[in-house]
């Protein structure tokens, strides 16, 4: 076995359980065991443990239960404004925030990130959050919760991509799909890194892509775009060198996103 934090490789006894895997005492910054031993004056302080993509171990999950609170209120938002819950749809808000790719080729490019917080109906949205908060609390103290912030946004961003430039210029698309597609490819992304098995990750998005084949009116394009770019800023996350770790994770975050609405720009040239 090895440190989850330092990679080095050390006996079951010497490691000490994280919320993330396993650390050595070093890292986890306690002492052994077996022995006591007073401070003396002038050692430095323990470091303090941090996870592979280099966040502070124990932090409680704070963004998810945010994502989940805020998609419910622009779910019952559209639902007060149509008067309906299995037709909030039509609701103006919706109309507005939607991705629709000829509007976005208009200048509305607010819809590649709004669509991301729109749903369906009330069954749309339960399946998205319930696997928000099944993913998103183990990912989450993982990345930290800037960086966990930006895996969501790029899966959302991936997730409208697709669609925009490969579907149908008259689709609409809505839903947290892609970001929450985003969020298991990272978690695939972080289980290999971890050298652990990833096929728990790799069966779950196997059986979601599936299901996106066999139940009409799901976004195939938004799932796979998703999935891809959650996979990718992940591995930025936790590849990064450890020396100026934040500042090559925020490159290669912000290149990530730039080419990606580079790519769209293209693409909404070529639409108008």
Known sequence: MSCVRCERPFCPQCLREASVGYQCVECAGAAPRTAFRAPQAGARRPRSARTIAGATLAERPLVVPALIALNLAVF?????????????????????????????????????????????????????????????????????????????????????????????????????????????????????????????????????????????????????GGLVAGAVAAAVLVYSPARSRGAWQAIGIGALVVLLLLIMALRAAAIG
Do not use: C
């Open 76 to 224: 019952g938002y559209t639902v007060a404004q149509a008067g309906s819950l299995a037709n909030n749809a039509i609701a103006p808000l919706f109309q507005e925030w939607t991705l629709q790719p000829t509007q976005v080729a208009d200048g509305q490019w607010w819809r590649l990130f709004t669509a991301g917080f729109l749903h369906f109906g009330p069954i749309h949205l339960l399946f998205n959050m319930v696997a928000l908060w099944v993913i998103g609390k183990e990912l989450e103290p993982v990345f930290g919760r800037a960086r966990f912030l930006a895996v969501y946004l790029v899966g959302l961003l991936g997730g409208s991509a697709a669609p925009f430039l490969f579907g149908s210029v008259n689709t609409q698309v809505a839903g947290a799909s892609g970001a929450v597609f985003g969020l298991m490819g990272g978690l695939a992304v972080v289980l290999r890194r971890m050298r652990m098995s990833a096929r728990p990750a790799l069966t779950l998005i196997g059986l979601n892509l599936v299901l996106g084949f066999v139940v009409p009116d799901i976004s195939i394009l938004g799932h796979l």
